[in-house]
T-cell receptor, first 113, second 112 residues
Framework: EAQVTQNPRYLITVTGKKLTVTCSQN?????MSWYRQDPGLGLRQIYY???????DKGDVPEGYKVSRKEKRNFPLILESPSPNQTSLYFC????????????FGEGSRLTVL | QKEVEQNSGPLSVPEGAIASLNCTYS??????FFWYRQYSGKSPELIMS????GDKEDGRFTAQLNKASQYVSLLIRDSQPSDSATYLC????????????FGRGTSLIVHP
């Protein structure tokens, strides 16, 4: 089954405690991206990757890091989480030629206390 | 800054009616247009893509694109309560602008 898998789905953590949200896709997609979704603000892109070892900032990259060492994986790293990073996070992937046709993971709800 | 605008709603329609969702965009060179459906607490799901002017039909859904006026719309015929969701419009540019820009979504409520 074609899918994008995120983990963890739910996480409560404290300010400053480093965390990683993993994302893996099994569709051999070149393009992967991270979004956060907040009420009234819609989907905002954090980082994206056009292929292995190629990453770039989206609209709201501050406080986040990513890496793309393998085609299937695109982890999101919060080195020192803060309460304003409390949000619903989505990973998405697509074929490079049709980057608007995104497959989304189920989402990771993060709460930073 | 590329912008994609949607009325946040909620748009309320009776069961069986046609729901009309609209989206305008600012980047004239945009080439690809998408509609996603997002149920509450779930992830967005692609329901329609449209790349050229005119209408594209898929079952009860019709996407309409007018590049001259810079708008794209989604019509849902014979609306069902199960269509109640937030509908996100996404627009992708051409050339190096591969990254889609999302609107904030329109909430649709279909009442029995």
């Amino acid at each position: 089954e074609a899918q994008v898998t995120q983990n963890p789905r739910y996480l409560i953590t404290v300010t400053g405690k480093k965390l990683t949200v993993t994302c893996s896709q099994n569709m051999n997609h070149e393009y992967m991206s991270w979004y956060r979704q907040d009420p009234g603000l819609g989907l905002r892109q954090i980082y994206y990757s056009m292929n292995v070892e190629v990453t770039d900032k989206g609209d709201v990259p501050e406080g986040y890091k990513v890496s793309r060492k393998e085609k299937r994986n695109f982890p999101l790293i919060l080195e020192s989480p803060s309460p304003n990073q409390t949000s619903l996070y989505f990973c998405a992937s697509s074929l490079a030629g049709v980057t608007g046709e995104l497959f989304f993971g189920e989402g990771s709800r993060l709460t930073v206390l | 800054q590329k912008e994609v605008e949607q009325n946040s709603g909620p748009l309320s329609v009776p069961e069986g009616a046609i729901a009309s969702l609209n989206c305008t965009y600012s980047d004239r060179v945009s080439q690809s247009f998408f509609w996603y459906r997002q149920y509450s607490g779930k992830s967005p799901e692609l329901i329609m893509s449209i790349y050229s002017n005119g209408d594209k039909e898929d079952g009860r859904f019709t996407a309409q694109l007018n590049k001259a006026s810079q708008y794209v719309s989604l019509l849902i015929r014979d609306s069902q309560p199960s269509d109640s969701a937030t509908y996100l419009c996404a627009v992708r540019g051409s050339g190096g602008s591969y990254i889609p820009t999302f609107g904030r979504g329109t909430s649709l409520i279909v009442h029995p």
